[in-house]
T-cell receptor, first 114, second 118 residues
Framework: AQSVTQLDSQVPVFEEAPVELRCNYSSSVSVYLFWYVQYPNQGLQLLLKYLSGSTLVESINGFEAEFNKSQTSFHLRKPSVHISDTAEYFCAVRKNSGNTPLVFGKGTRLSVIA | GAVVSQHPSWVICKSGTSVKIECRSLDFQATTMFWYRQFPKQSLMLMAT?????????EQGVEKDKFLINHASLTLSTLTVTSAHPEDSSFYICSARPPQGAGEDEQFFGPGTRLTVL
């Protein structure tokens, strides 16, 4: 079975500062990795994903995450955050074969302070 | 990306009544749909996996007679909370996945349904 650990439940950061949201996973088989974002009173939206190939993946709004197999991590980073980035961020994992569901971490609440 | 809708977006009901939540994939066929439950300030907990035309597979600890799931077509799955009680109050989220070979690596999520049982 897979599991995901998001070490920080809340991360406050000032506007235009960099941020890193940590995610570690556990799995005995190869996995796909995802970051989802949930804005207040909205559903989950896919932010970025790692399936294969380059270990550094980027989103259209400036976030990036790097898959590190040896450290079983998939940390999310942004060099300069905006107020509009305030949201809940969920790291998720699933086996890279078969029709298996996503397994989510507990989420990290990112609060950007003006 | 693909669109998944849920109806209703919120519902308030009396204890003991049943509530049906619909999940639809609007622009793709979903052979598999997932139902999650999210408690305040917590993560999404998988409740069940639903495959079109077959019985749902429930996660350990989820009462299948309490949470009835029907996946009658490739674009519609329903979750019925039977004899709802206040402890069933939660945010219910469905997710749909296209058939394998058609972007099957991604799950698309509905906006969620807020259930409040009085």
């Amino acid at each position: 079975a897979q599991s995901v650990t998001q070490l920080d439940s809340q991360v406050p950061v000032f506007e235009e500062a960099p941020v890193e949201l940590r995610c570690n996973y556990s799995s005995s088989v190869s996995v796909y990795l995802f970051w989802y974002v949930q804005y207040p009173n909205q559903g989950l939206q896919l932010l970025l994903k790692y399936l294969s190939g380059s270990t550094l993946v980027e989103s259209i709004n400036g976030f990036e995450a790097e898959f590190n197999k040896s450290q079983t991590s998939f940390h999310l980073r942004k060099p300069s955050v905006h107020i509009s980035d305030t949201a809940e961020y969920f790291c998720a994992v699933r086996k890279n074969s078969g029709n298996t569901p996503l397994v989510f971490g507990k989420g990290t609440r990112l609060s950007v302070i003006a | 990306g693909a669109v998944v809708s849920q109806h209703p977006s919120w519902v308030i009901c009396k204890s003991g009544t049943s509530v049906k939540i619909e999940c639809r994939s609007l622009d793709f066929q979903a052979t598999t749909m997932f139902w999650y439950r999210q408690f305040p300030k917590q993560s999404l907990m998988l409740m069940a996996t639903s495959n079109e035309g077959s019985k749902a597979t429930y996660e350990q600890g989820v009462e299948k007679d309490k949470f009835l799931i029907n996946h009658a077509s490739l674009t519609l799955s329903t979750l019925t909370v039977t004899s709802a009680h206040p402890e069933d109050s939660s945010f219910y989220i469905c997710s749909a996945r296209p058939p394998q070979g058609a972007g099957e690596d991604e799950q698309f999520f509905g906006p969620g349904t807020r259930l409040t049982v009085l």
